[in-house]
């Protein structure tokens, strides 16, 4: 029996005496009683957002994910490899490595910190965090396309949408603010898989992302349709919803396998909620002008990135869950040097900023920060100074949520071709992200077409090596 449809046809069964005087003289007669009849029984129930308990104590509570979007240069920034440019300009087909001409690293490397992390100068900011920072330097994926490694990277399958990464962990997890979303993104590429690297799948839709701006437009110009309704005020809006939620109690009573008209009723109540809850913490106006100046906002280079990276802090310290911000076109075949140092130049002092801004928080400890592409790219030289797709060794960094700073965990080859010394796949990223939060992930599952589904498929083994 559906607890929101049950309920005796008197208008004063339940209720007393004032409370259906006080709803009549406010106009809404049996529908404000039908609205308190909800209330009542959503109190019985817990909301599928609310928080939930871990598998196993965890060492981070949230996530915050810097997704570049196109596969940055890993021989560039992250993977020192000296013998690139010992051997720059030769062919050399030596493994598995395709015959090609060898180019050298683009920017200088040096240790950074008392770590002695290898750092090259694209990233001179977030270097000087090395000390926070855990590299993996032995990543790889399962195709070097871009659509299909990213919906990996994002949903753990590289051949159809599953529920993405930020989905599952707020389904395993819930929110920690009622009146907020448990997951966002901002300025998600609109290609490259589109919504299915944030969506929800076959998983309630509750749990799929919301998303705030694309990556072809300014997040400053983003647009959240619907924060103030045009006609009507909150006490009329909510009776409006009452009734349009009874309608929706009825068809999922009609039709209890139709997980959508859930997902439909919760969002709607999510979204009543968050009209209050969202503009304030959007509004990075109201932060002063130096912690704007500490994540670049002013600066034409990094205002748009630093936007980002002050509103992800924000949502963060209110309660979301999980959030994802974007920066695309890293996908360089030609014109390197020109456009990698670009794409640098917008990301590195806002990270920096947000990591300096977390620490002094406190956040950072309980908060898993992750910098990552869909995959790296080639030792070799590709048309005009150019790198090609490299899945088969690339690198990711973690920092905060407990992995162990100043770290260096794995290698590639002596070119940076592929990973031979602890070796990562992507199912392996997963499952450590999920660990760091108290997760199992054999255990994150979701009965689905006859089988329990999980993010990292069959397979996946948590990096040890890495935890803190």
Known sequence: MNPFLHHSTSPLHGFSRREWLQSTSAGFGYLALNALATQRALADVAPPLAPKQPHFPAKAKRVLFLCMDGGPSHVDSFDYKPELAKYAGKAIGKGKVPTGKLMAPVWEFKQRGQSGLWISELFPQIASHADKLCLIRSMKTDVPNHPPAFLQMHC????????????????????????????????????????????????????????????????????????????????????????????????????????????????????FRMQDALPSVLDI?????????LYGIGNTTTDDFGRQCLMARRMLEAGVRFVEINHGGWDQHRNLTEDHGKHAAAVDGPIAGLLTDLEGRGLLKDTLVIFAGEFGRTPYAQIDEGRDHNHTGYTTWFAGGGVKPGHSHGETDEFGYESVIDPVHIHDWHATILHLLGLEHTKLTFRHAGRDMRLTEVKGNVVKGILG
């Open 156 to 271: 753990g399958i590289p051949t159809a949408p599953r529920p993405s990464m930020g989905a599952w962990i707020t389904y395993g997890l819930g929110s920690m603010n009622e009146n907020l979303p448990g997951f966002v993104t901002l300025s998600p590429n609109p290609g490259n898989g589109g919504s299915a690297n944030y969506g929800s799948s076959f998983l309630p839709a509750i749990y799929q992302g919301t998303r705030i701006g694309n990556g072809r437009q300014p997040v400053a110009q983003a647009k959240i349709s619907n924060l103030a309704h045009p006609q009507l005020a909150r006490p009329e809006q909510r009776a409006q919803l009452d009734f349009v939620q009874q309608l929706n109690r009825a068809a999922q009573q009609r039709q209890p396998e139709n997980a959508a008209i859930e997902g439909l009723i919760e969002s709607h109540e999510l979204a």
């Open 285 to 293: 106006e109201s932060e002063s002008d130096t912690v704007k100046k």
